[in-house]
């Protein structure tokens, strides 16, 4: 069965609840468990450092822009743990669309905003805890960890406001650059901004992929790269970079090019029953 | 390239823009032109995540400059910086990369560019030269120890294109 992402702004209870408790299920795993949450979450930053973010490096032979496939191989194998650990097996990452009209009004969506659920419970889409480094360590309660954080919820929607492009710019003056690392740098350029606004953790590369939101952020970046592909080829601008490594999701380049291949699809909405 | 700097302790308000030495263009002996670029190459993200605000000779331009093109405002560009380290130490020294195919240091500088045509083409009706000046506008929430001389970079150019 198709795994389907949908729009956080649309996502139905009764599938935002499912949401929460993968999340929450995924995050109770310990870091020294390779399937966790924490654990995936520590290759983009801290401590793995295997992200790929503009790549312009005239000192080494390898120039590829490997932004949109490596983060591709990356949220595919969070979500196939996040499956696996939760037990739902279709459970999707929602897409958080920052160029619509909500978000350029009220900000990050309430589902990532707010710090409490229902009965007073913490929600598991605002915050969780990371590791940290051997000197961080509080020798008095043996505590080597913290809770990822968020900035300021004002500047935030300003930087949004200001910076993020409307649906409409995304759709007439992005997806219709036609040079796909013209259109890589000018996406990854507006996915900065977002990591910024959010503020906190999100807004560090070494803390960022702790912060839940994270994904949905990078889920919407590559639901932008899946339609510049439907109308500009699904390999195009790639074709030199097939054989690269996407370390540590064991995916090279080229098994990243199709979604559908993947298994999923980016859907505004899903009501589904069982039979 | 140089900023104006000074080493102590900075709070957001009163960070130190970025001003750079004139840069020399006679744009308006170039007739067909119909891009120009504004590069900012080689830019440090080893701080904190910002948005920098760029003005084109307004080198007093600071955080409370409105950005209008009245005083020179060409847009802004945004690093995702990487803040303070988790790790243990060395865990984000740049190591020298003995392996030409394998992938750049995360801590590799980056490129920017700003399509600032119509500015350009405005302000070179008068003048043949563009002083640069970059207002750091930090990330809210990034617990770094901001120090007010953190916005570097390698160089920067315009590039005009027919």
């Known amino acids: 069965m198709t795994t389907y992402r949908v729009n956080i702004e649309a996502i139905q209870e009764d599938q935002l609840a499912k949401l929460r408790s993968a999340y929450l299920a995924h995050q109770q795993i310990d870091y020294a468990d390779d399937r966790g949450f924490s654990h995936i979450a520590g290759h983009h930053g801290f401590p793995g450092n295997y992200c790929w973010h503009h790549q312009r490096d005239f000192r080494v032979f390898l120039r590829a822009r490997l932004f949109l496939p490596w983060h591709r191989a990356y949220l595919y194998h969070f979500e196939k743990k996040l499956q696996i650990i939760s037990g739902i097996p279709n459970i999707g990452i929602p897409w958080w669309d920052w160029t619509s009209e909500l978000s350029k009004s009220k900000g990050i969506p309430i589902a990532f905003s707010a710090e409490k659920i229902e009965r007073g419970k913490a929600n598991p889409l605002f915050s969780t805890r990371f590791p940290l480094g051997r000197r961080f360590l509080d020798p008095a309660t043996g505590i080597r960890h913290a809770e990822t954080w968020r900035g300021d919820e004002a500047e935030g929607l300003d930087l949004i406001q200001r910076l993020i492009p409307s649906r409409k710019e995304l759709e007439e003056q992005i997806i219709t650059r036609t040079d796909y690392g013209d259109f890589s740098d000018y996406l990854e350029d507006i996915h900065d901004v977002i990591h910024g606004a959010v503020g906190g953790g999100m807004s560090n590369v070494p803390s960022a992929a702790f912060d839940p939101i994270f994904w949905s952020h990078h889920a919407m970046i590559d639901r932008i790269w899946?339609?510049?592909?439907?109308?500009?080829?699904?390999?195009?601008?790639?074709?030199?970079?097939?054989?690269?490594?996407?370390?540590?999701?064991?995916?090279?380049?080229?098994?990243?090019?199709?979604?559908a291949e993947l298994g999923y699809e980016y859907a505004d909405s899903l009501a589904s029953v069982s039979g | 390239m140089t900023s104006k700097s000074k080493s102590k302790s900075a709070s957001k308000?009163?960070?130190?823009?970025?001003?750079?030495?004139?840069?020399?263009?006679?744009?308006?002996?170039?007739?067909?032109?119909?891009?120009?670029?504004?590069?900012?190459?080689?830019?440090?993200?080893?701080?904190?995540?910002?948005?920098?605000?760029?003005?084109?000779?307004?080198?007093?331009?600071?955080?409370?400059?409105?950005?209008?093109?009245?005083?020179?405002?060409?847009?802004?560009?945004?690093?995702?910086?990487?803040?303070?380290?988790?790790?243990?130490?060395?865990?984000?020294?740049?190591?020298?990369?003995?392996d030409p195919l394998s992938p750049s240091h995360p801590l590799t500088p980056l490129f920017k560019v700003l399509t600032v045509t119509e500015m350009i083409k405005k302000i070179g009706q008068k003048t043949n030269q563009f002083i640069v000046t970059i207002v750091p506008n930090v990330a809210s929430g990034s617990m770094f120890e901001i120090k007010d001389s953190f916005v570097k970079l390698a160089q920067m150019q315009i590039v005009p294109y027919d």
């Open chain 2, 13 to 98: 308000a009163n960070l130190v823009p970025f001003v750079s030495q004139p840069l020399k263009l006679d744009i308006q002996k170039r007739k067909n032109v119909s891009r120009i670029d504004l590069e900012f190459w080689g830019v440090d993200h080893s701080g904190p995540s910002y948005e920098g605000r760029v003005f084109i000779n307004n080198p007093k331009a600071d955080i409370n400059t409105k950005m209008i093109p009245e005083n020179g405002y060409v847009g802004s560009y945004y690093v995702f910086g990487h803040g303070q380290c988790f790790g243990d130490l060395g865990h984000c020294d740049v190591m020298e990369n003995s």
């Open chain 1, 226 to 259: 899946y339609k510049w592909q439907l109308k500009h080829g699904y390999d195009r601008g790639l074709e030199n970079m097939m054989n690269l490594s996407l370390a540590p999701s064991g995916l090279i380049v080229r098994d990243t090019i199709r979604i």
